[in-house]
Nanobody, 121 residues
Framework: QVQLVESGGGLVQAGGSLRLSCAAS????????MGWYRQAPGKQRELVALVTNGGNTNYADSMKGRFTISRDIAKNTVHLQMDNLKAEDTAVYYC???????????????WGQGTQVTVSS
C-alpha cells in the first residue's frame, strides 16, 4: 500500500504559478509511474503529467510548456510546477502512483486525497 500526501494547492491569479508536491510512503524507484491528474467540476478526471521510475516524462497537450513534473528522489517526492496558470486550470489535482507487480505486470494504483487549485481570472 502506497500512501500519497499532497500539498501546495491554493488560490492564484491568472498568469501566476503554483507548485504542487506529492510525498510517497516508499521509494519512488519502486513505483513504475507517478503522476498528476485533475478533475474540474462536471468533468472527468484527466491526466496532467507523469514520470516513470526511469525519469521519462509525459504531459497532456494543453499543459506542455506550462507545467513541469520533477522528482526529488531523496525525499520520495514528485513535484508539479505550474506556470502561466489559466482559469481553466481550476480543478482538484490528484497525485497518482502506479505499480506493475508480478510477471504479468498487474497494475496497482494509489491516489492522494487531492488538493484544490483555483485560478482567478
Amino acid at each position: 500500500q502506497v500512501q500519497l500526501v499532497e500539498s501546495g494547492g491554493g488560490l492564484v491569479q491568472a498568469g501566476g504559478s503554483l507548485r504542487l508536491s506529492c510525498a510517497a510512503s516508499e521509494s519512488i524507484f519502486s513505483i513504475n509511474y507517478m503522476g498528476w491528474y485533475r478533475q474540474a467540476p462536471g468533468k472527468q478526471r484527466e491526466l496532467v503529467a507523469l514520470v516513470t521510475n526511469g525519469g521519462n516524462t509525459n504531459y497532456a497537450d494543453s499543459m506542455k510548456g506550462r507545467f513541469t513534473i520533477s522528482r526529488d528522489i531523496a525525499k520520495n517526492t514528485v513535484h508539479l510546477q505550474m506556470d502561466n496558470l489559466k482559469a481553466e486550470d481550476t480543478a482538484v489535482y490528484y497525485c497518482n502512483a502506479r505499480k506493475l507487480v508480478g510477471v504479468r505486470d498487474n497494475p496497482y494504483e494509489y491516489w492522494g486525497q487531492g488538493t484544490q487549485v483555483t485560478v482567478s481570472s
